[in-house]
Each structure stands twice: as structure tokens, then as C-alpha cells.
């Protein structure tokens, strides 16, 4: 499967940006899919998964409430909705797919077989 990652920008603090993850090559509804980030000088990190079927979702504590991750399998596109952007949320955001999970999720990114190019986000103060 291959993955294309969009949506990133430059937005102030407070606002709202919405990233989509579109795949091709494979339908999406074999993979539970991931968003990862990496700031300047720090290692990648989860920040959201979704389950096969979209009933479970999973968040790092530093986006709860703030992020939210859906899926339209029918569209073959994954969603990453940020609201209440921080300054500490700026970095390069990666969609990634796991094939061997279903309905559970999970925050290694080791369990991810296939990542996209990342898409940047800049939040200013």
C-alpha cells in the first residue's frame, strides 16, 4: 500500500487544521492506521490510531481531547482533525499501516509496516 499524507500548513495557536492520509495500491480497510510525528531534533511519536473498522481509537495523553482520528474505508482516506493547536504540536506528521492488527490498536511504530512522507505543521505563538 502507498501513502500520501496532505493537509499540513502554517497555523497560529488555537487554530484547527485537518490532515488527511490517502492510500492507494490496497484497500484501506486491511490495515489499522496510525498519524506519528517528529519535531525538529526529536525521535518520531505517536499521536493517533484507529482501529480496521473505526470502533477504537487510541491517543497520546498530549493530544487527547485536542486531536481525533476517523476513517471513510470508502474513500480509502484517513483523517487527522487538530483543534486547539499548540506551539508543541509543530512537526512533520506521518499516516502509517499496520496489516496485522484489527480491532485493537497500538503506539509502536515498529508494528508499522508502511509509512507515508510527512506532511508539516507549523503552529506559531
Known amino acids: 500500500v502507498q501513502l500520501q499524507a496532505s493537509g499540513g500548513g502554517l497555523v497560529q495557536a488555537g487554530g484547527s487544521l485537518r490532515l488527511s492520509c490517502a492510500a492507494s495500491?490496497?484497500?484501506?480497510?486491511?490495515?489499522?492506521m496510525g498519524w506519528f510525528r517528529q519535531a525538529p531534533g526529536k525521535e518520531r511519536e505517536f499521536a493517533a490510531a484507529i482501529s480496521r473498522s473505526g470502533g477504537n481509537t487510541l491517543y497520546a495523553d498530549s493530544v487527547k481531547g485536542r486531536f481525533s482520528i476517523s476513517r471513510d474505508n470508502a474513500k480509502n482516506t484517513v483523517y487527522l482533525q487538530m483543534n486547539s493547536l499548540r506551539p508543541e504540536d509543530t512537526a512533520d506528521y506521518y499516516c502509517?499501516?499496520?496489516?496485522?492488527?484489527?480491532?485493537?490498536?497500538?503506539?509502536?511504530?515498529?508494528?508499522?509496516?508502511?509509512w507515508g512522507q510527512g506532511t508539516q505543521v507549523t503552529v506559531s505563538s
Open positions: 495500491g490496497r484497500t484501506l480497510n486491511n490495515y489499522v
Open positions: 502509517a499501516a499496520d496489516p496485522t492488527g484489527w480491532n485493537s490498536v497500538y503506539k509502536d511504530p515498529s508494528r508499522y509496516a508502511y
